[in-house]
């Protein structure tokens, strides 16, 4: 990073400047935990992948491909649908 800021700085441009500390001070001054909460839907998107992920195991380890495949298609069209 440091050669392209240095490149910048030849050709007259600006660099921008960060302050990384802002971040974590904030968190210190408001006692914030680090994680994210979780939430149901967090949940049910963990539980549906994990679902669908161990189906389409189960039935790739089986040599049914195709049925693995329709397991794919059919999770990829109701989380793009939403």
Same mark, same amino acid.
Request: charged residues 20%.
């Given at each position: 990073?440091? /050669?392209?800021?240095?490149?910048?700085?030849? *050709?007259?441009l600006? $660099?921008?400047? @960060?302050?990384?500390?802002?971040?974590?001070?904030?968190?210190?001054?408001?006692?914030?935990?680090?994680?994210?909460?979780?939430?149901?839907?967090? /949940?049910?998107?963990?539980?549906?992948?994990? *679902?669908?992920?161990? $189906?389409?195991? @189960?039935?790739s380890?089986?040599?049914?491909?195709?049925?693995?495949?329709?397991?794919?298609?059919?999770?990829?069209?109701?989380?793009?649908?939403?």
């Open positions: 990073m440091d /050669l392209i800021w240095m490149l910048f700085r030849k *050709f007259s600006t $660099t921008p400047q @960060y302050r990384t500390d802002e971040k974590q001070l904030e968190r210190q001054r408001n006692n914030l935990v680090s994680y994210p909460p979780i939430t149901g839907y967090r /949940l049910l998107t963990s539980a549906s992948v994990t *679902f669908f992920g161990l $189906t389409k195991a @189960y039935l380890y089986h040599g049914l491909s195709g049925e693995a495949n329709t397991v794919d298609w059919i999770l990829g069209v109701v989380l793009a649908s939403r």
